[in-house]
């Protein structure tokens, strides 16, 4: 479900990607932040590569979401939906945890039939 680095070089830029595929799905979505394990601030910026995501927070000290947009509701192959993105890991070198969240849905405008998805990763720096 999310593709990336074993471990980050400090101030590199990577493609992250998370993919999402489900029997039935017939749109899909996601949010994804990066943080310090060990605090929880900030790690890193995030940026969208396409129209398929956005990021929420622009405000100073905030936590920073990428988010799928409208368009990346659409599915990109028949049972599945991918977006990638790029992480500009942080300065600092310490460890990263990913928290991303995902949904699954059969487009029903129901409560019934989705499927959530969470997914926790954590990334050290490089040694």
Same mark, same amino acid.
Not at 87 to 101: G, S
């Given at each position: 479900?999310?593709? &990336?680095?074993? =471990?980050? #070089? $400090?101030?590199?830029?990577? +493609?992250?990607? +998370?993919?999402? &595929?489900?029997?039935?799905?017939?749109?899909?979505?996601?949010?994804?932040? =990066?943080?310090? =394990? #060990?605090?929880?601030?900030?790690?890193?910026?995030?940026?969208?590569?396409?129209?398929?995501?956005? +990021?929420?927070?622009?405000?100073?000290?905030?936590?920073?979401?990428?988010?799928?947009?409208? #368009?990346?509701?659409?599915?990109?192959?028949?049972?599945?939906?991918?977006?990638?993105?790029?992480?500009? &890991? $942080?300065?600092? $070198? &310490?460890?990263?945890?990913?928290?991303?969240?995902?949904?699954?849905?059969?487009?029903?405008?129901?409560?019934?039939?989705?499927?959530?998805?969470?997914? #926790?990763?954590?990334?050290? $720096?490089?040694?």
């Amino acid at each position: 479900m999310l593709d &990336a680095p074993s =471990s980050f #070089e $400090p101030g590199k830029d990577y +493609v992250i990607t +998370v993919l999402l &595929a489900r029997k039935g799905m017939k749109s899909g979505g996601f949010q994804l932040s =990066s943080r310090f =394990s #060990e605090t929880g601030g900030q790690a890193g910026s995030l940026r969208p590569l396409d129209g398929r995501t956005s +990021v929420t927070s622009k405000e100073a000290g905030s936590i920073f979401y990428i988010q799928h947009t409208r #368009e990346g509701q659409k599915l990109t192959g028949e049972t599945d939906a991918k977006w990638q993105f790029q992480w500009q &890991a $942080p300065i600092r $070198p &310490a460890p990263v945890t990913m928290h991303v969240a995902a949904n699954a849905a059969n487009h029903d405008a129901s409560e019934f039939g989705d499927s959530i998805h969470t997914r #926790e990763l954590t990334i050290p $720096p490089a040694k």
